[in-house]
T-cell receptor, first 110, second 115 residues
């Protein structure tokens, strides 16, 4: 069983929709949580980074962490065609390395 | 501009050859990482280094080697022992705080193809 499981997708939504991307994990030692956006043939770009349970908002993006349920989510409001990409969740411990989900490919149709 | 530079962007290797992928960062980050990404899959850790002249194996280190002679450089060699080297290789770096590592920032990747 993988330490990090990510909803596989692909996901296709109309422009303006609210998108929910989700990951679960099994390792209680994970202390920080990240979401990356990756466009085709490019390196991942950090979107959100958080240590604690709860919500963190940045513009149209909200990251939610529930450590008791070992569940994290990324919400995208008012989705745009430019949001079409693969989204990767990642989690890490203080040991110095992160574990990534397999990614969810999102397409936002105009 | 600060960032992580990977070169080359595309690399072709013949069977039985070793090739070296370059990764340079000017962010003054302590930690550096190499990941491999296959189509439709997430990132798998090959090697990482928290300090100069020291590095640790990740989850798929077999067939790869690294060095960390300078803080800003972390080259990856894909050896002939790596049986399936065709993949997208990503280098990343992060700061190390007292509480642990912070988020990683990535380069733009090197796509390696065996011909």
């Amino acid at each position: 069983q993988k330490e990090v499981e990510q909803d596989p997708g692909p996901l296709s939504v109309p422009e303006g929709a609210i998108v929910s991307l989700n990951c679960t994990y099994s390792n209680s030692a994970f202390q920080y949580f990240m979401w990356y956006r990756q466009y085709s043939r490019k390196g991942p770009e950090l979107l959100m980074y958080t240590y604690s349970s709860g919500n963190k908002e940045d513009g149209r993006f909200t990251a939610q962490v529930d450590k008791s349920s070992k569940y994290i989510s990324l919400f995208i409001r008012d989705s745009q065609p430019s949001d079409s990409a693969t989204y990767l969740c990642a989690m890490g411990t203080n040991a110095g390395k992160s574990t990534f989900g397999d990614g969810t490919t999102l397409t936002v149709k105009p | 501009d600060g960032g992580i530079t990977q070169s080359p962007k595309y690399l072709f290797r013949k069977e039985g050859q070793n090739v070296t992928l370059s990764c340079e960062q000017n962010l003054n980050h302590d930690a550096m990482y190499w990941y491999r990404q296959d189509p439709g899959q997430g990132l798998r850790l090959i090697y990482y280094s928290q300090i100069v002249n020291d590095f640790q194996k990740g989850d798929i280190a077999e067939g790869y080697s690294v060095s960390r002679e300078k803080k800003e450089s972390f080259p990856l060699t894909v050896t002939s022992a790596q049986k399936n080297p065709t993949a997208f290789y990503l280098c990343a770096s992060s700061i190390i705080l007292g509480s642990g590592n912070t988020e990683a920032f990535f380069g733009q990747g090197t796509r390696l193809t065996v011909v």
